[in-house]
C-alpha cells in the first residue's frame, strides 16, 4: 500500500504546479468553472485562534454547541448515510437512502413551510441500489453512487455497476424514468465529488480505485446510449475501502485537488487531478466508451493523525472538516493538515454511525446519523 508522509496544501499545490498533463478528454479545463464552487476554495489565510463556532470553541463537548434532531424516520429516512442542499434551491436537501433505494426531499427544510418527498420509482433497485453518496452538478443535474455488487437486473452481472446521473427538477422520481445516463465500472462505489459539466469523481470499492466518470451529453430521461463517456480509473490500490462505511469526497474547484475520505486507510487524502498519463483499457467494457487506467497519478496523505475511520468530509472557510465513523467526532484541520478543533459526538451518536455532513448557507453543520436514521442540526450557541 502506498502512503504518503503528511503534507500541507502548500506542498500540494507545489506537486499541481509540475507534472504531466493528461489528454482533454482526461484532464479537467478550469476555465470552464473558475468561479464555481468558491465557499470550498481553500485559503490559509485568516484561520481561527480560539476554535471554530459550530465545533464548540475548543470545548469538545456535544453541550458546547446547540443539537437539534432535524430530521429522522418520520420524514422517511431510512439508513441515509450522505445529504446534501441543492445549490439551485439551498433551502432544500436531499437525503439518499441506503436501506430502500430512496431519495427523501425535503423542500423548504426546517422552516413552517417544510415539505417531505420520498422518491423511489420503477427501477431504483438498479439505478440506486443502496446510495451511499450524492453529489449535485452542473444545473439541473446530481448524480448518485452505490455500495452495491449483486445483480440488479436480470440482463447484467453484478460487477455492472457505476454511477447514475439523475435530473433534479420536478420529474425526479428515483427510477429509471428520471435517470439521466449511466456508466458501469465501480461496484461498490462509497463516495462521489463533482468536477464540472457532466464529469464525477467516484470512490470505487471494489476496484480500491479514485475513478473519473465524464457522462459527456447525457443520453436524457430513461435513455440507453453510453458510448460518449470517458472512464479514466486513478491511483488503483493506493485507496482502501471499508465495507458499510461511505467514504465521502469533496473537489476543490481552484486547485483541483480532490479531497478523499480514505476510510481503510485512516487518512484524508488529495489527489492532484490534473497529474497522470492515460495507459491500458480496461475490461470488461459495458459502455463500449473510451475506458483506461491512469498511471502515475499523485495522491498524498493530508492528514492521518487523528483519524480512525474518516468518512464525510466538507471545505468551508479555509479549513477540512472530517467526520471520523469510528470515534464519532467531527474534526477540522487547517490548510496545513493542523487540527484546529474538534466536536465529541459519542453521546448523541453511537460508533460506527456518523457519516455524511454537510454546511448549510447560514453555516450550520448537518451530520448523518445512519444506525439510528437521522440528520442532526449543529450549530455554535448564541453569544451570552
Given at each position: 500500500m502506498n502512503v504518503f508522509t503528511r503534507v500541507g496544501l502548500t506542498a500540494l499545490l507545489l506537486l499541481a504546479a509540475c507534472g504531466e498533463q493528461l489528454p482533454n478528454d482526461v484532464t479537467a479545463d478550469a476555465g470552464n468553472n473558475a468561479d464555481a464552487g468558491n465557499d470550498k476554495v481553500l485559503d490559509a489565510g485568516q484561520l481561527p485562534k480560539t476554535g471554530v463556532a459550530v465545533?464548540?470553541?475548543?470545548?469538545?463537548t456535544a453541550a458546547s454547541v446547540v443539537i437539534k434532531p432535524f430530521a429522522g424516520?418520520?420524514?422517511?429516512?431510512?439508513?441515509?448515510?450522505?445529504?446534501?442542499?441543492?445549490?439551485?434551491?439551498?433551502?432544500d436537501l436531499w437525503v439518499p437512502n441506503y436501506a430502500d433505494n430512496s431519495m427523501v426531499i425535503l423542500k423548504n427544510a426546517g422552516t413552517?413551510?417544510?415539505?417531505?418527498?420520498?422518491?423511489?420509482?420503477?427501477?431504483?433497485?438498479?439505478?440506486m441500489p443502496r446510495p451511499a453518496a450524492m453529489a449535485f452538478g452542473q444545473a439541473g443535474r446530481m448524480a448518485t453512487v452505490h455500495e452495491e455488487d449483486r445483480v440488479t437486473?436480470?440482463?447484467?452481472?453484478?460487477?455492472?455497476?457505476?454511477?447514475?446521473?439523475?435530473?433534479?427538477?420536478?420529474?425526479f422520481e428515483g427510477g429509471h424514468a428520471s435517470h439521466y445516463d449511466m456508466l458501469h465500472n465501480s461496484p461498490n462505489a462509497v463516495g462521489i465529488a463533482w468536477e464540472r459539466m457532466n464529469i464525477y469523481w467516484v470512490f470505487d470499492g471494489y476496484h480500491n480505485s479514485i475513478t473519473r466518470y465524464d457522462f459527456a451529453s447525457d443520453h436524457g430521461p430513461g435513455g440507453a446510449d453510453h458510448s460518449d463517456g470517458f472512464i479514466g480509473r486513478y491511483v488503483e490500490g493506493q485507496v482502501l475501502y471499508t465495507r458499510g462505511v461511505s467514504s465521502h469526497m469533496e473537489f476543490d474547484q481552484k486547485t483541483k485537488l480532490l479531497y478523499i475520505a480514505d476510510t481503510g486507510n485512516h487518512r484524508v487524502a488529495v489527489l492532484k487531478t490534473d497529474s497522470g498519463k492515460a495507459g491500458a483499457s480496461l475490461n470488461p467494457?459495458?459502455?463500449?466508451?473510451?475506458?483506461?487506467?491512469?498511471?502515475?497519478?499523485?495522491?498524498?496523505?493530508?492528514?492521518?493523525?487523528?483519524?480512525?475511520?474518516?468518512?464525510?468530509?466538507?471545505?468551508?472557510d479555509g479549513l477540512v472538516f472530517v467526520s471520523d465513523n469510528e470515534t464519532s467526532q467531527v474534526l477540522a484541520f487547517d490548510a496545513n493538515a493542523q487540527l484546529v478543533d474538534y466536536l465529541d459526538l459519542s453521546s448523541e451518536v453511537m460508533p460506527g454511525s456518523l457519516m455524511g455532513i454537510e454546511f448549510d448557507a447560514q453555516g450550520r453543520l448537518y451530520v448523518v446519523d445512519e444506525k439510528t436514521s437521522r440528520v442532526l442540526q449543529i450549530s455554535a450557541k448564541p453569544e451570552n
Open positions: 465545533l464548540g470553541k475548543g470545548v469538545h424516520p418520520a420524514e422517511g429516512l431510512n439508513h441515509p448515510r450522505d445529504l446534501a442542499f441543492d445549490p439551485e434551491s439551498p433551502s413552517p413551510q417544510q415539505t417531505k418527498l420520498k422518491k423511489s420509482g420503477p427501477g431504483s433497485e438498479h439505478f437486473q436480470p440482463s447484467t452481472p453484478a460487477d455492472f455497476m457505476g454511477p447514475t446521473l439523475w435530473s433534479t427538477d420536478s420529474s467494457n459495458y459502455d463500449g466508451c473510451p475506458q483506461y487506467r491512469v498511471n502515475d497519478a499523485v495522491i498524498a496523505t493530508f492528514v492521518d493523525a487523528n483519524l480512525k475511520k474518516p468518512s464525510g468530509l466538507a471545505l468551508r
